[in-house]
């Protein structure tokens, strides 16, 4: 089993709609969570933190489910310029070598 | 500005050839991070670095190898070794604390000839 995993996608949606990605992870020691974007050609780049209570940043939601260790992203009103890659990325600790660990990603395509 | 430089954005390797790609950050930060992603691939994670003067080896270390001789720099030598360089590399620097996320440099692209 992956330590990271995600639907691959693709995710075709049109302008406008709310789409949401889940990711789960297999270590349950694991401390902190993000969610980063990729557009092509392009370096990883942070979007959010994950906070234990849920975290809100304009449209995009974030939300850690640490019973069922998985955390999800969801996006409102999507917009073209929303077309990119969605990486997961889990922290496990100094224990586990102070490594961040990133899913494959999930591929967005937001069409008019 | 603070942040994390690589260098050079493109680079070609001729067979049998070891090249080094650099990595610098003014964002104090301890530890850096070395990654490979293949077209359509996931970030893989090569060699990094908690402190200075030590670096541990990742999930595809074979046919690489760093140093760290100050805490701002830590280039990546792509030696002859590793057979299929081609790739885009991203290095990474992150701050102390269990809540910090990971910055990335703008990546080279290693093409060989």
């Known amino acids: 089993r992956k330590e990271v995993e995600q639907d691959p996608g693709p995710f075709n949606v049109p302008e406008g709609a709310t789409v949401a990605f889940n990711c789960t992870y297999s270590?349950?020691?694991?401390?902190?969570f993000f969610w980063y974007r990729q557009d092509c050609r392009k370096e990883p780049k942070l979007l959010m933190s994950v906070y234990s209570s849920g975290n809100e940043d304009g449209r995009f939601t974030a939300q850690l489910n640490r019973a069922s260790q998985y955390i999800s992203l969801l996006i409102r009103d999507s917009k073209l310029s929303d077309s990119a890659t969605y990486l997961c990325?889990?922290?496990?600790?100094?224990?586990?070598?102070?490594?961040?660990?990133f899913g494959a990603g999930t591929i967005l395509r937001v069409k008019s | 500005d603070g942040g994390i430089t690589q260098s050079p954005k493109y680079l070609f390797r001729k067979e049998g050839q070891n090249v080094t790609l650099s990595c610098e950050q003014n964002l104090n930060h301890d530890a850096m991070y070395w990654y490979r992603q293949d077209p359509g691939q996931g970030l893989r994670l090569i060699y990094y670095?908690?402190?200075?003067?030590?670096?541990q080896k990742g999930d595809i270390a074979e046919g690489y190898s760093v140093s760290r001789e100050k805490k701002e720099s830590f280039p990546l030598t792509v030696t002859s070794a590793q057979k299929n360089p081609t790739a885009f590399y991203l290095c990474?620097?992150?701050?102390?604390?269990?809540?910090?996320?990971?910055?990335f440099g703008d990546g080279t692209r290693l093409s060989i000839l």
């Open positions: 990474a620097s992150r701050d102390r604390g269990p809540h910090q996320p990971q910055h």
């Open positions: 270590n349950s020691a694991s401390q902190s």
């Open positions: 990325v889990v922290y496990a600790g100094r224990e586990y070598g102070n490594k961040l660990v």
């Open positions: 670095s908690q402190i200075v003067n030590d670096f």
